[in-house]
């Protein structure tokens, strides 16, 4: 197995891939480049639609179109290109905080997380926001972090799981799906810190965990920040695999293809160095890899 990439076209800072089963297109955001994309793999072109704000993350809306976690709001956009209506605030100070890593659950709640990014204050936190009832019920579900990422569910939906980058550590909770409900958190995987003086050649540093995945096994697929891979942890939080990456800084993957057996990953090039992107000239591209097993599906957002 090897990775491809999708396309020479690279991106600042992609995050936020999902596989789009009924278009069979897949789309993720360009963060600072304040850009939702979307791509057919087998042609290998890519749209841009420019946001106002920098995206977060994104899913799609079992009614059509998109729900998007921008910097000053969660907006609804019923088709491509389409108006942006905002459905929900976030308490947060948009100066210093903004929207990061999220998705959606399997009753439709859309998550969003977000990062301090002064990386001083631990502002960053996790909510959930509910639109089934016809208007926004926004829960905060965890906090007192720095930049939310990682956030996962077991296949059975009885664990959540959401990383937390710069402490290098991935924490799990029971989860209540019905209720909405967290309890019984754990430490689920610590991970190493980062060597003082590091530079990219250092290849002794397996990075910190970014964005996630779950296959239908259960196992979780972590995008490796700046460690140059993607790590597959078991449940119990073993690592049972990884994967070198084309690109320094992975930040997430995401499952697709008609039989959920490729695996996609977001790669970052902005505020890498020039001697980085040398070495790695297609950073900030979107590659695959065929994989054995199969990924969970996208959930779709419910309003």
Known sequence: MSWQA???????????????????????????????LRANIYMGTVQRWDMPT??????PAAGGGLVL???????RARVWGGELQHIATLPFDTATVRANDGKCDALGRFWVGTIDEPKAARAAALFSIDCRSGSAVVQQQ????????????????????????PDHLTHAWDYDLQTNTLSAHR???????????????????????DGAAVDVEGNYYAAMFEGRRICKFSPDGTLSASWETPAQCPTMP?????????????????????AELAQFPLSGAVFFMRMDV?????????D
């Open 6 to 36: 999708l396309s020479e076209q690279v991106f600042a800072l992609g995050e936020s891939p999902f596989w789009h089963p009924q278009e069979q297109q897949l789309y993720w955001v360009d963060i600072p480049g304040r850009a939702v």
């Open 54 to 59: 920098e995206p977060g993350c994104i899913a």
């Open 69 to 75: 976690a921008l910097r000053h709001g969660v907006f």
């Open 142 to 165: 965890a906090g007192n972090a720095l930049t939310a990422n990682g956030l996962a569910w077991s296949p059975d939906n009885r664990t959540l799981y959401w990383s937390d980058t």
């Open 187 to 209: 430490s689920w995987r610590q991970h190493a810190p980062k060597p003082a003086g590091w530079t990219f050649e250092n290849t002794h540093y397996a990075g910190r965990p």
């Open 254 to 274: 995401c499952f697709g293809g008609e039989d959920l057996k490729t695996l996609f990953i977001t790669t970052a090039r902005h505020g890498r160095s020039a």
């Open 294 to 302: 199969a990924g969970l599906p996208v959930q779709y957002f419910v």
